[in-house]
């Protein structure tokens, strides 16, 4: 606690926390200035507002009134926002000012030290923060286009952009029109309904056929595991296009192609790998002696795997199943590949909005499916959890 609190009250000197705070006040200044037309003024001033902020709140006020000159510091830039942006620019002058009023205190008295050992050199504590920065822009960087189709999917006009309305946070500007089409359009709910129908039975045929597969290959005496499962897993690794190509010509010798059977055979071709990954990963910390026990307490191998073993790689199997029924949900390719026009999925209509209609209902339709991912991504990782307490590798 001493430690802490020794910590807590150590302040920076101004040579290095007025320039952190300007560096990370011109970084800020980029997008601003860029929206205002000007990224260099923006740069710049970016970096002098923070700097002098930072001087005035650490080494001007100090900690005595950190409280009061944070709610200032908030004031101050979502005030500049709506002066620049109206109500948008308020909002977003108001997360501004909330972050920066934390970092400068954050650097100034040299917090960021608190949840480290301290016998770390400032190399290292730069390089932890910094690998953290990097993966957080990453992550900005792929969840954007998502964060930007959401709301446009309540656009009340026929746009694929923001309108002026919406930038004002406008209530006419916002309508559930889309999602309204969605749900009475014909084809639309075809299209559901074709998706709905297909995933579930490729599920179940993934589900089925990459346990075993995965439980046979876990059995050291299996020969040519690694090429058996290289073999089993290619279709994750091969491109898409090329998979389709391969499935067109053999199931159009099989009389498939064009079927609904063709169609979920095609996607549980796909989904296996998902379900032969995750369950051999519960595998690895499967205690074989329980089986051979069930074995000597005179089970046959169908009660064993279904009494024993089943419950214990449950939450692996329930995984792999909803991955592969995201990827059948999801996939686009292989369905205009070796379906027809009967079997058209949800993916195949949206992608048929977007090349013939332009139809913005599209929008809605991500926002749902994005929606669902969300759930489904949020029980897989619950069950990973229950999984790992199971197998005593995490805490419960």
């Not at 995965?214 to 491109?239: D, N, W």
């Not at 051979?292 to 089970?299: E, L, V, W, Y």
């Not at 949206?350 to 969300?374: D, K, N, W, Y």
């Not at 790992?388 to 805490?395: A, I």
Request: glycine share 10%.
């Amino acid at each position: 606690m001493s430690e802490l609190v020794l910590t807590e009250s150590y302040k920076k000197s101004p040579q290095f926390h007025v320039p952190v705070s300007a560096a990370a006040g011109a970084f800020a200044g980029i997008f601003v200035g860029a929206a205002q037309g000007s990224t260099l003024l923006g740069l710049v001033g970016g970096a002098v507002v923070l700097a002098l902020l930072a001087f005035v709140a650490v080494e001007l006020v100090g900690r005595s009134n950190e409280k009061v000159l944070r709610w200032a510091i908030l004031a101050l830039f979502a005030l500049g926002g709506l002066l620049f942006g109206a109500l948008p620019g308020l909002v977003v002058g108001a997360l501004f000012g909330w972050f920066f009023g934390w970092f400068i205190y954050w650097i100034g008295f040299n917090r960021y030290r608190t949840p480290l050992v301290p016998y770390l050199t400032s190399g290292q504590v730069l390089w932890f923060y910094s690998f953290r920065v990097i993966c957080g822009a990453i992550f900005i960087f792929l969840i954007t286009p998502i964060l930007v189709v959401m709301p446009l999917s309540f656009n009340a006009e026929d746009f694929f952009t923001f309108t002026p309305e919406m930038l004002r946070f406008d209530p006419d500007g916002y309508s559930l029109k889309h999602y309204r089409d969605f749900f009475t359009n014909s084809d639309w709910q075809q299209a559901l309904w074709n998706s709905i129908s297909i995933a579930p039975l490729a599920t179940i045929l993934s589900v089925s056929f990459g346990t075993l597969a995965a439980i046979g290959l876990s059995q050291p005496h299996v020969p040519f595991r690694r090429a058996i499962m290289a073999i089993l897993i290619s279709p994750m690794i091969v491109p898409l296009i090329i998979s389709a190509a391969g499935m067109y010509f053999f199931y159009s010798r099989l009389g498939l192609q064009g079927t609904y059977f063709g169609v979920v055979l095609a996607h549980a071709a796909l989904g296996i790998p998902f379900v032969i990954i995750t369950v051999t990963a519960t595998l690895v910390g499967f205690d074989q002696s329980l089986t051979r026990a069930a074995a000597n307490m005179g089970a046959d191998p169908v009660t064993t795997f279904f009494r024993v073993q089943m419950p214990l790689i449950l939450p692996g199997v329930i995984s792999g199943g909803l991955f592969a029924f995201i990827t059948s949900f999801d996939e686009v390719v292989v369905v205009l590949f070796v379906g027809s026009a009967g079997q058209k999925t949800l993916p195949w209509q949206m992608f048929i909005g977007l090349r013939e209609q332009i139809s913005p209902t599209i929008l809605a339709v991500a926002t749902i499916l994005v929606a669902i991912s969300i759930a489904l991504l949020t029980t897989v990782e619950l069950l990973r959890r229950r999984s790992e307490r199971l197998r005593g590798m995490s805490p419960g």
